[in-house]
């Protein structure tokens, strides 16, 4: 850290930009995220939804600057009576640190109920889980429908002070250092109006150019050349780990038979008859970032114990391509692909879909050779073909493994 201070990193003198921009931190305005989702923001106040419960938890957002700072809400308040508001210090000395400073008592004596530093809520264990039918606000960093509890409660994300504020009023509001801030500028309806932070200066000559067309890439032994199978359109965008493989079950140990059964049950508990209506266990196919949230091998174990030959998305999380590899899931991308389904049998989210799975009477074959998919119909007509992002040879080889750990021990036993 002492030598990027010493050496700051610059760009060179004669670089190029396509967009400059200028953010003034002074006039970001408040935010909340949800429900249920981390995708849709919304400036906190502008929907004043009635909240029954509040977090201040985690590892994340549960650090002694937090506590203060929800303290600074809640100092001579107290939580609305309708409210529960859950307070759990990132660890112990943060919460002794917090004791010593007073902020720790402010949040007791507003009403704030103690729970052991630590995971818990956040991941839908022990006390405080959301439950069916109530809406909940957060200073967590993940919110996807079921994570805290019961896939039927709404939890929103915010910060500190906003979750401190909503827990006092018992609804979702600003924390009171922005109100007084923004009504004493222009009066109280530019609470509901986002200030804007973000200036915009004119491009340089430099044109943003389109991506080159993908190379091709050869295929190692053990990869396979090709694939077919009837497709499964799981069309939300975003679908989450805990979407796929529930957090509850994260801390038991399931058979290989168990862990093909719940998957997906917290992304659409229908899912299961639906992979048990086909003659043969089919291709997945979803919208952009699948697997987001948070690492868990199991989000790509199950799809093996359940027979999936492969996934197919527009994109994916980091962590689930790493994990997915490791754990030998074939993995696939094609965006012209994914936007045909979405036009064929509809998108949406975790949080909204109409038909989160839908048997779409397709088949997909995939010539690897030639990294591309085509599309029949029942009838074995083409009803399309499209690219596919090459698959790279580190991780083709993981695949052709069947995962990481076989591949070391093929990597050893050349060695020996």
């Known amino acids: 850290v002492s030598e990027l201070r010493e050496r700051p990193l610059r760009a060179d003198a004669d670089a190029s930009y396509a967009k400059r921009y200028t953010i003034d931190l002074g006039k970001l305005s408040p935010l909340t995220s949800g429900g249920n989702t981390i995708k849709d923001a919304l400036l906190a106040g502008a929907d004043p939804v009635k909240i029954h419960k509040a977090w201040l938890v985690s590892c994340v957002n549960a650090r002694a600057s937090d506590i203060a700072a929800a303290a600074q809400e809640l100092r001579g308040r107290k939580v609305a009576d309708h409210v529960e508001f859950y307070v759990a210090a990132a660890s112990s000395e943060v919460q002794a640190d917090a004791t010593a400073s007073g902020d720790w008592q402010v949040l007791l004596d507003a009403g704030a109920i103690v729970l052991p530093p630590g995971c818990g809520a956040c991941a839908g264990l022990g006390t405080g889980t959301i439950k069916a039918g109530e809406v909940g606000i957060a200073a967590t960093n993940r919110n996807f429908k079921g994570r805290m509890g019961d896939r039927n409660g709404i939890v929103y994300l915010a910060s500190p002070a906003v979750v401190a504020a909503s827990a006092a009023a018992g609804k979702i509001v600003p924390p009171s250092s922005y109100r007084d801030a923004v009504a004493g500028e222009a009066g109280a309806a530019a609470l509901l109006t986002a200030r804007s932070a973000l200036v915009e200066h004119p491009a340089t000559a430099a044109e943003a150019t389109g991506g080159s067309a993908a190379p091709s890439m050869a295929l190692v032994d053990g990869f396979p050349k090709t694939l ?22 994260m801390y038991n140990t399931l058979s290989p038979e168990r862990m093909a059964e719940v998957a997906m049950e917290n992304y659409d508990p229908s899912f299961q008859e639906t992979v048990r209506g086909f003659a043969a266990p089919p291709i997945l196919a979803s919208g952009d970032n699948f697997g987001t949230g948070s690492s868990r091998e199991q989000a790509a ?9 492969a ?3 527009g994109s994916y999380s980091a962590t689930y391509t790493r994990n997915a590899l490791n754990n030998g899931l074939p993995i696939f991308e094609s965006q012209g ?6 036009s064929r049998f509809g998108s949406g989210t975790e949080a909204s879909i109409d038909k989160p799975s839908v048997r779409t009477g397709l088949f997909a074959y995939f010539d690897l050779a030639k990294w591309q998919v085509e599309i029949t119909d029942a009838s074995d007509a083409v009803v399309g073909i499209f690219p596919l992002v090459p698959v790279g040879t580190v991780a083709q080889e993981l695949i052709a493994c069947g995962g990481l750990e076989p591949w070391i021990g093929q990597q050893l036993q050349a060695a020996s």
């Open 228 to 249: 077919k199978a009837e497709l499964l359109w799981c069309g939300a965008d975003n679908i989450s780990t805990d979407g796929i493989y529930h957090g509850k079950h």
């Open 301 to 309: 174990v199950c799809f093996r114990h359940l027979g999936i030959p």
């Open 311 to 313: 996934v197919l998305a």
């Open 337 to 342: 692909l994914t936007e045909f389904l979405r």
